[in-house]
């Protein structure tokens, strides 16, 4: 069954830590998104990439990086984690078709003490 | 530049009695215009989308949304729900040639014995 995989769901880390946040998906889409979700806000995007070797910055600022090596996989690092990056990060794709729908892992709840 | 509100943060109902969540959006082109539900510990899910042609739209499980372009709005109902129906809901929208969404806020819905 096509699907998107978010590893670790959640992860507890102390500051200053480098972190991984991975992301997979079965669907061969080449449209890949990292939104951040905090409790009563809006999803905001912080990373999109429209395919291999192609990753731009969201509307979000955010410290950390991504890459896109293969259509599959889109990886989040953050370099050194700090208690302003707790929060949950969810990662999604899309197909190629105007108005194609997200689709979403079930994200990594992140904690920085 | 788009937005969406969603002015209900929360909204309480009884079992069997209908709902309606309401989403408002800003834009200057055409839109596609979705509804993602959020169960807890989850990633979001499609619950219907409105691409273009009839603008009453609905989802298998009783929800429905009308589009209203005169009145930038997008809302949700359901005549009757349930108490599995508990679940945060988002608004989305996406202006047609981008691929880029922006969600609202989120409504809580909270159904109630």
């Known amino acids: 069954e096509a699907d998107i995989y978010q590893t670790p769901r959640y992860l507890v880390i102390g500051t200053g830590k480098k972190i991984t946040l991975e992301c997979s998906q079965t669907?061969?889409?080449?449209?890949m998104y990292w939104y951040q979700q905090d409790p009563g806000m809006e999803l905001h995007l912080i990373h999109y990439?429209?395919?291999?070797?192609?990753?731009e910055k969201g509307d979000l600022s955010s410290e950390s990086t991504v890459s896109r090596i293969r259509t599959e996989h889109f990886p989040l690092t953050l370099e050194s984690a700090r208690p302003s990056h707790t929060s949950q990060y969810l990662c999604?794709?899309?197909?190629?078709?105007?108005?194609?729908?997200?689709?979403f892992g079930n994200g990594t709840r992140l904690t920085v003490t | 530049a788009q937005s969406v509100t969603q002015l209900d943060s929360q909204v309480p109902v009884f079992e069997e009695a209908p709902v309606e969540l309401r989403c408002n959006y800003s834009s200057s082109v055409s839109v596609y215009l979705f509804w993602y539900v959020q169960y807890p510990n989850q990633g979001l899910q499609l619950l219907l989308k409105y691409l273009s042609g009839s603008t009453l739209v609905k989802s298998i499980n009783g929800f429905e949304a009308e589009f209203n372009k005169s009145q930038t709005s997008f809302h949700l109902r359901k005549p009757s729900v349930h108490i599995s129906d508990t679940a945060e809901y988002f608004c989305a929208v996406s202006e047609t040639g981008t691929y880029k969404y922006i969600f609202g806020t989120g409504t809580r819905l909270k159904v109630l014995a």
């Open positions: 999604a794709s899309s197909g190629d078709r105007g108005g194609s729908p997200l689709h």
């Open positions: 669907m061969g889409h080449d449209k």
């Open positions: 990439s429209y395919g291999v070797n192609s990753t």
